[in-house]
């Protein structure tokens, strides 16, 4: 059976996650019901990364098997065309190695969180955005950040449900960005890291969000960490501001698309 991948971008408002769930609507469910209309065969989809209630994605990954051969933009086509009116857009196929697996293969995650610095509530970005009112301090984020990056315990940033066997995770990248926007200021965090612990962005990101609030000084992040206590994590942001950006494969399938 011929195996493709899919590179999925996903508003995740309406859903209550990746997964697929017996009462609630999943973007699992969602494209899983668009592949039966083109093949009835199909049981499941793996994805690289398994995404909370209200998480967006801008390039999720996930790989199936189809009974025949399809065109790469024919089999996205039709797969978009079966998709509507979900918020979930195929964004290229590609045929795979049958070995390939989206979420086993994958050598890097790459998380994006916005944050949108400014008093007024949010209008076109409400469900897109964390809106944060009181101003925040660049420099102190991005100071208090250098601690995190490289290889640690994150025991005090990762949910008490997380399921991972080990809290050791390296963080290849953390960097915090600054864009001015009508009436405030949008903070973009960039992460990455081979594989993450469950809720660890939203943890670091609201931790951080205590240092450029002013509330924590930016050494306060290193003895967060160093506590190993999930009691010493700063508030747990909202979903709305998170997205996963991308997924990395020592073969990208989608190199040529």
């Known amino acids: 059976m011929p195996r493709y991948a899919l590179k999925i971008e996903y508003n995740g408002q309406p859903f209550a996650g990746w997964q697929r769930q017996k009462e609630f609507p999943?973007?699992?469910?969602?494209?899983?019901t668009a592949l039966r209309k083109l093949d009835p065969t199909v049981e499941t989809i793996a994805a690289a990364g398994r995404t909370d209630a209200g998480v967006h994605a801008l390039a999720q990954v996930a790989h199936v098997d189809l009974t025949r051969d399809w065109?790469?933009?024919?089999?996205?086509?039709?797969?978009?065309?079966?998709?509507k009116p979900a918020p979930v857009a195929i964004?290229?196929?590609?045929?795979?190695?049958?070995?390939?697996?989206?979420?086993?293969?994958?050598?890097?995650?790459?998380?994006l969180f916005r944050i949108v610095n400014r008093r007024a509530p949010l209008t076109h970005d409400k469900g897109l955005a964390w809106r944060v009112a009181r101003k925040l301090d660049l420099e102190a984020m991005r100071e208090g950040a250098e601690h995190l990056i490289g290889h640690h315990d994150f025991t005090t940033f990762r949910s008490t449900y997380c399921q991972a066997?080990?809290?050791?995770?390296?963080?290849?990248?953390?960097?915090?960005?600054a864009h001015d926007i009508p009436h405030g200021t949008e903070f973009r965090f960039h992460i990455r890291s081979r594989s993450f612990l469950h809720n660890q962005v939203r943890s670091i990101v609201g931790s951080l969000e205590q240092v450029g609030g002013g509330s924590w000084a930016p050494d306060d992040i290193r003895t967060a960490l160093?506590?190993?206590?999930r009691t010493a994590c700063g508030p747990v942001c909202s979903s709305d501001g998170l997205y996963l950006a991308g997924v990395?494969?020592?073969?990208?399938?989608?190199?040529?698309?």
């Not at 964004?91 to 998380?111: G, K, M, N, Q």
């Not at 990395?248 to 698309?257: K, L, S, T």
């Open 165 to 177: 066997k080990s809290p050791m995770k390296t963080l290849d990248e953390l960097r915090i960005e």
């Open 26 to 32: 999943s973007v699992q469910e969602a494209v899983e």
């Open 226 to 229: 160093d506590a190993r206590d």
């Open 91 to 111: 964004l290229a196929c590609a045929p795979v190695a049958d070995d390939f697996h989206a979420r086993f293969s994958a050598t890097e995650r790459r998380y």
């Open 248 to 257: 990395g494969y020592e073969d990208d399938p989608f190199a040529d698309r």
């Open 71 to 83: 065109d790469p933009f024919r089999l996205s086509e039709a797969l978009n065309h079966h998709l």
